[in-house]
């Protein structure tokens, strides 16, 4: 069992439909029929959406994928119509929504690798494969890998794991054509976000992205991209494969929730507590130094 500790109750706005609450954003449809979505400053580990938040984690995740939408405008376009505010909404929706294309959404999670860690490396150490890719011999946690790769999984509903497929599978389900594409779009978009990450002191280990079909027939990246949430960013300076590496993200979170001071059993279906101070300032500290470092911009 796992999920919200807490689901929260959906904001009703005049003129506004809500579709859908997930782990991080709230969905709701506008008048005219496009899709509006609110990053909140909720935050998951373990399949678990935690009981704290952690403050401006939404505005920072938000504020990042428009910097990176742009830096990719020229590889695959985007599904953002707008930033304004709509008409009622309340104040604290204000840098963390997005107005956009209402697409016909692939159900696969295009996940691009360039080094090993987390499932990828638990696949590796069982059988020398991600996803079917057969790997070199003599990799360890934190390798990079001969060349980055499509290892894409399976979207899962909150609370269960996504599941790795092989690009096979993949193609079964969407058609070879929209496979190939996916394939094509995500390598592309991962190896331009490694770049600009790695000019600013930061590895991109792995990412993933969503895409969606708009009514053109438009191959187009939705939802969030190459943030802390969708990404594993470490500091290169520190980058020392055979061990777990730092990194911008949650693991802080992680760390506390599998210590003894927290008191909680990952194995047990009790819900995890919540979040102690210093672990949500610590937290909140690493994602807005990953938005700083990669966008060059100061954080307000």
């Known amino acids: 069992m796992s999920g919200f500790v807490e689901k929260p109750e959906p904001i009703q706005v005049p003129g506004l439909v809500h579709l859908h609450t997930g782990k991080v954003r709230d969905l709701y449809r506008n008048e005219a029929g496009d899709l509006v979505m609110v990053a909140s400053d909720r935050i998951s580990a373990y399949d678990w959406v935690l009981p704290t938040e952690i403050p401006d984690k939404g505005r920072v995740l938000t504020q990042l994928s428009l910097w990176w939408f742009d830096q990719l405008a020229d590889l695959v376009p985007n599904h953002v119509l707008s930033t304004a505010l709509p008409a009622g909404a309340p104040e604290d929706w204000r840098g963390r929504t997005l107005v956009c294309r209402s697409l016909e959404m692939l159900p696969v999670e295009c996940v691009a690798r360039g080094y090993l860690t987390g499932s990828g490396l638990a696949e590796y150490q069982e059988s020398r494969t991600v996803c079917g890719l057969a790997l070199p011999e003599g990799l ?12 894409p999984a399976t979207k899962a509903e909150v609370g269960e794991h996504d599941e790795n497929v092989s690009y096979e599978e993949v193609a079964r389900r969407v058609g070879a054509e929209t496979a190939a594409r996916l394939r094509q779009a995500t390598l592309a978009v991962y190896a331009r976000g490694r770049d600009i990450a790695r000019e600013r002191g930061i590895i991109l280990a792995d990412t993933k992205f969503e895409f969606g079909f708009g ?36 693991q802080f979170v992680r760390d506390w929730l599998t210590s003894a001071e927290s008191g909680w059993d ?7 507590p919540a979040l102690p101070r210093e672990v949500v300032d610590a937290t909140r ?16």
């Open 140 to 151: 360890v946690d934190g390798s990079e890998l001969p060349a980055p790769i499509f290892t």
């Open 266 to 272: 990952r194995r047990s279906e009790q819900p995890p």
């Open 285 to 300: 500290a690493k994602y807005v130094e990953a938005y700083e470092r990669l966008t060059g911009v100061r954080w307000s």
């Open 215 to 250: 009514a053109d027939g438009e191959l187009v990246l939705a939802d969030e991209v190459l943030t802390p949430d969708s990404s594993r960013f470490w500091p290169a300076d520190q980058w020392q494969p055979g061990r777990p590496q730092p990194s911008y993200d949650k």
